[in-house]
């Protein structure tokens, strides 16, 4: 089966500065990659994704790249805002069928003042 | 557009009791629904996939006869609890998803989650 890791499981940067968190997944097949935002004690929701057949999609702030040879996907978000103080999970997932989504270890999110 | 909610947001019982978690998905109708399992400052791990009108698929170590899954309709999943124990505490995520709400993806799209408390 699929497997996701996530790198770092906390980052703390200061406000406006960028934040990048990557990925890494084990299984070729998977073709879709979506990002999920969680604050506390609420729901997972999705802030990006990015198909096996783009190498990069940007969202204002947020921008995801992928890298299909190396396995690898990265979220970054610039100018940073305590708002985006958070958890991030990223996840991959062959789609197809109501296949399962796998999810990274998540990664905490502090913006500093 | 695809809203999922759940029901309750929060429950506390006593041990040995049996506690029942609503997810329904409002403007779309998933043939797809996942449960997942949160423990604090940890990821969502997947507890069972179930689809419309038939039984559930659990994940590897999970209890099929402790968590009861019903997927009756297509806007309707119920997860329930039997037996409840203070190690089932943790919040509980469910989401849906139809693979002809979006073409190309199997988005899911997450319940709000219940805090279930077991004393």
């Known amino acids: 089966g699929e497997n996701v890791e996530q790198h770092p499981s906390t980052l703390s940067v200061q406000e406006g500065d960028s934040a990048v968190i990557k990925c890494t997944y084990s299984d070729s097949a998977s073709n879709y990659f979506p990002w999920y935002k969680q604050e506390l004690g609420k729901r997972p929701q999705l802030i990006i994704d990015i198909r096996s057949n783009v190498g990069e999609k940007k969202d204002q702030r947020i921008a995801v790249t992928l890298n299909k040879t190396a396995k690898h996907f990265s979220l970054h978000i610039t100018e940073t805002q305590p708002e985006d103080s958070a958890v991030y999970f990223c996840?991959?997932?062959?789609?197809?069928?109501?296949?399962?989504?796998?999810f990274g270890t998540g990664t905490q999110l502090k913006v500093e003042l | 557009g695809a809203v999922v909610s759940q029901h309750p947001s929060r429950v506390i019982c006593k041990s040995g009791t049996s506690v029942k978690i609503e997810c329904r998905s409002l403007d779309f109708q998933a043939t797809t629904m996942f449960w997942y399992r949160q423990f604090p400052k940890q990821s969502l791990m997947l507890m069972a996939t179930?689809?419309?009108?038939?039984?559930?698929?659990?994940e590897q170590g999970v209890e099929k006869d402790k968590f009861l899954i019903n997927h009756a309709s297509l806007t309707l999943s119920t997860l329930t609890v039997t037996s409840a124990h203070p190690e089932d505490s943790s919040f509980y995520i469910c989401s849906a998803s139809s693979p002809g709400r979006s073409v190309l993806t199997d988005t899911q799209y997450f319940g709000p989650g219940t805090r279930l408390t077991v004393l």
């Open positions: 996840a991959a997932i062959l789609t197809g069928g109501g296949n399962k989504l796998t």
């Open positions: 179930s689809n419309e009108g038939s039984k559930a698929t659990y």
